[in-house]
């Protein structure tokens, strides 16, 4: 295969500039520069992806582990990742992958066919593909040809993102993407601009855009000391997820161990991560989960109480959720797909 593999969603401009539109970030990128995620290089007027088929992770996970909690719980997940990111989180909590020279790092990792991905997740019996652990927009067009040969093959494809595609990308990642996982990283503009080097507003749009496109969609929030975790910002996502999402939007919420450029910072108590979910709650949120936290992450009936999906770590042990989605006590429905399995299977 050749070395450059000519990007999509970019606008040729005079003097061989170009204008990226994958991203919120939108990057003016002259000849011989590269975009803010280092991955797109405009070459003499065409830009080019530098990670195309360059996978630097390629492992098998529980489906829990993205986290995705009502997406085919108990399943495995074939997890893929190029280098690169369009962020800059001080916290990143994989930055020896997405941080860096994330170019040069491309070049040290051999070529993986579509295919080759594909079959691999078959192999390993798995129910989907995640494009995950560092940022999936950035290599978007590997993802794409993996995701639409998945979509054929019967397997289901999953981005853990941070969000910021643009509506071009999504409406793109429509037609095969079944399901995200959205890092929302702060309610604050400035926590965006300050620590990451991006804006909140772009990550809220393209959450509203993928829920209205039919993307089953979960919420991460990483609950960082003095950063996100006042109440006012708490209030207010669990607010917009509850209002614009939808309150059966399953809520995340982690806990933070000092990472990165962010060593001197605190790990979060466990009494502010069940402040946090209190307060999720109580703004009609019924499905919140603790990331981070030793114990289980049960999946409760929002109407009725009972224990429907049993885990423990990253595993599911059981689920109790009907083949038709719904609590067998009451009745309800449980938001998500694929929730249904045997009853007390452990």
Known sequence: MSKDYEALLYEKLADNKVRCQLCAHNCLIADGKHGICRVRENKAGVLYSLTYGKLIAAHVDPIEKKPMFHFYPGSRSFSIASPGCNFDCQWCQNWEISQGDSAAAAVRCPYTPPQDVVS????????????????????????????????????????????YMSPQTIALLARWLDAANVDIKAFSDEVYRKHIGARLQPVLDAC??????????EITTLLIPGLNDDEAQIRGLTRYIARELGAETPWHVSRFFPQYKYQNADATSVGSIEKAMEIGKAEGLRYVYAGNIAGSADTYCPQCGAVLIKR?????????????????????RIAGEGLSGEEDSA
């Open 312 to 332: 423990t770590g990253m595993s599911t042990l059981s689920s109790r959720v009907s083949h038709t989605g719904a609590c067998p006590v009451c009745g309800a």
């Open 120 to 163: 691999a997740a078959k192999r390993e019996d798995c129910q989907s593909i995640s494009y995950t652990y560092t940022e999936p927009t950035v290599f978007f067009e590997f993802t794409q040809d993996v995701g639409i040969l998945a979509r054929e093959a019967g397997l289901k494809n999953v981005y853990v993102s941070n969000g």
């Open 208 to 217: 509203s855009l993928l829920k209205q496109t039919g993307v089953w969609l």
